[in-house]
């Protein structure tokens, strides 16, 4: 059984997984450790965790996670069309562009709108 084509491959994960693990570990390992009661308290979405459950919180908060949702998924359309660009030619390239056109605006319009500033 030959290895050889997926060599490259193996080699990808490998770095992958050193360039992940490695800096963590350095870390671990060589940071310093000076743990208090702020630093161990659970934190998630800025307001404390152990409050009532009834309480009234910034929507601001779910407001940026949609919108990081929201960008992250229309970028991800980029990664396929680029790959498939000499395939799909001089149409695919403009309905990308104009694709993009219409992200910039909505994104320009909800920083114009004040969506991205936390106060």
């Known amino acids: 059984m030959d290895l050889q084509p997926y060599l490259s491959v193996i080699l990808f994960i490998l770095v992958g997984v050193a360039v992940g693990v490695l800096p963590?570990?350095?870390?671990?390992?060589?940071?310093?450790?000076?743990?208090?009661?702020?630093?161990n308290s659970?934190?998630?979405?800025?307001?404390?965790?152990?409050?009532?459950?009834?309480?009234?919180?910034?929507?601001?908060?779910?407001?940026?996670?949609?919108?990081?949702?929201?960008?992250d998924l229309e970028i991800a359309f980029l990664f396929p069309w680029a790959v498939a660009l000499r395939e799909i030619g001089a149409p695919g390239f403009w309905a990308m562009m104009i694709f993009l056109t219409i992200l910039v605006v909505g994104f320009l319009y909800e920083w114009k709108k004040g969506a991205l500033d936390w106060e």
């Open 42 to 71: 659970p934190y998630e979405c800025g307001f404390e965790a152990f409050e009532d459950a009834r309480m009234k919180f910034d929507v601001r908060y779910y407001l940026v996670a949609i919108l990081f949702i929201l960008f």
């Open 24 to 39: 963590q570990v350095i870390g671990f390992v060589f940071g310093p450790n000076r743990p208090d009661a702020q630093k």
